[in-house]
């Protein structure tokens, strides 16, 4: 059996009695019409005004007093809204004896949207994670057997007076130093890349098309392209299309000047 | 016979997870722990009462989760930066930087330490690995127009991180100390001494002298194994903490 807290117990077990006693001492009060109001206030009911008791109690006894007093009621405190002089006795006036109005109703979500909109979601345990997991075992395998295959670089003791011809940058860097054979190394090696980072930074404020939609993006999508391309192309050559001197070869003919 | 054994083994394996030491470290709903089912609500519990909640929230989208539409790039790049923060680690226990010492430690390294040659194998191709991976991700993000509002910020925190991931790459390519590592840095540093009005400061801060010698090791080194990797984690906790403020991943198109 669940075991309930004592608190909640206690509280349920007063409620309980506070009901059976309403019950025994309602049956006599029925009847009299004064005895209840005096009898509700203390019973727990204190919180709604006295005034307003008098009132909904004044519309039960219409209803029940007969089936033909049902329609004026309602009628009479409608117009009782509408015209403050109206003489509809107690129903529809407040204690002083002044009219409320409603002035306006605010629908929910006409200011504020409170509910969530349902979104199409699954759990991330198992979908994402079974996912992630299997990437992440797939790249260290592959990593792990071909580092057991290909061995990295490790050339002669670093010699500052013995310079390698070619002498190349990383292959990331590459682009840039094909750069280097067509523009001051000031641009090539400095104002470039400097705009190019630049610019990727500004892209999100620069490209102000609300949509991520490809059909509508098809000039962003190009422009992107064309850069990339043009990167790929360069950083190509850089790796594999100079030898000696930078100079311009074809790696089948005069082989590879490239390391990792 | 089999069977008795197998009434021992899950008569074991019982105790130990009826054990106080195992349900304090297995929480409330996580699958190692006893009488776990599968249900919505342990699923729920599996992210919500693990370190993983750092991470991922409790659901996502249901096209967030299809690989053709990440590709896994995010992902696999933060997975190369663990395990070269692995490989590394081990790496620095043979390596010293010091121009005498530097390119013996890693002969040395690679002929007689057990598996010296394949960590420091899966260091260097792991990191050109994460260099393309860094750079396919922003392609990728790029091309789905993921960096619109509200994902602005996190794309410029995202090319930081390229940045970083280059920088940390570069700075590890001097440390074999070879003619290969020498002459790449010295052709990638020379366009820097090109930067206007400071260039040849910049250039001088970074070789630690006006030529490339034990100096410069020492700076590169601790900038590559400290420096750098304590600042690109800080931008990488923002950028995975802004992808779940700004509503998960973007999408679907």
Partial sequence: MTEIPEHLRKRAEEARAKAEAKKAGGGDAAPAAEAPAAAAAPAGDSRIPAHLLERSRAAKDRQSGGGVATAPAPVAAAAGAAVPAAPAGPVGTGPGGHTQRLLTVVKSGSIQDVKAKPTDKVHTWPHLLAIEFVAALAMLTFIFIFSIFVNAPLLELANLNQTPNPSKAPWYFLGLQELLTMFHPMVAGVTIPGMGIFLLILAPYIDKNPSNKPEDRKFAISLMTVHLMFWAVLTIIGSFFRGPGFNFVFPWNDGLFFEL | ?253
């Fill in chain 2, 1 to 253: 016979m089999a069977t008795s054994m197998q009434d021992k083994m899950s008569e074991l394996t019982d105790k130990v997870q009826g054990s106080q030491a195992w349900s304090s470290i297995f929480r409330p709903g996580s699958i190692f722990r006893k009488g776990y089912t599968d249900s919505p609500r342990n699923r729920s519990y599996v992210i919500m009462n693990s370190v993983l909640y750092h991470l991922h929230p409790v659901k996502v989208k249901r096209h967030a989760v299809k690989v053709s539409y990440t590709l896994c790039l995010g992902g696999l790049s933060f997975f190369l930066f663990i395990l070269l923060t692995v490989t590394g680690i081990f790496l620095m226990f043979f390596y010293r930087p010091e121009a005498a010492q530097a390119w013996s430690d890693m002969y040395a390294l690679q002929t007689s330490v057990t598996f010296g040659l394949l960590v420091r194998n899966m260091h260097r191709w792991g990191a050109h690995l994460m260099v393309m991976s860094v750079f396919l991700h922003m392609a990728r993000v790029f091309y789905h127009g993921a960096y619109k509002p509200p994902r602005e910020f996190n794309w410029v925190i995202g090319v930081i991180l390229l940045t970083l991931t280059l920088l940390l790459s570069f700075t590890g390519y001097l440390l074999p100390w070879d003619q290969l590592a020498l002459w790449a840095v010295t052709v990638g540093t020379n366009m820097m001494g090109y930067t206007p009005v400071f260039g040849s400061e910049v250039r001088f801060v970074l070789l630690g002298g006006s030529e490339i010698g034990s100096d410069t090791l020492i700076r590169w080194y601790v900038l590559h194994v400290l420096m750098l990797p304590f600042v690109i984690v800080i931008f990488m906790a923002i950028h995975f903490w802004r992808v779940r403020k700004d509503g998960g991943i973007s999408g679907p198109l």
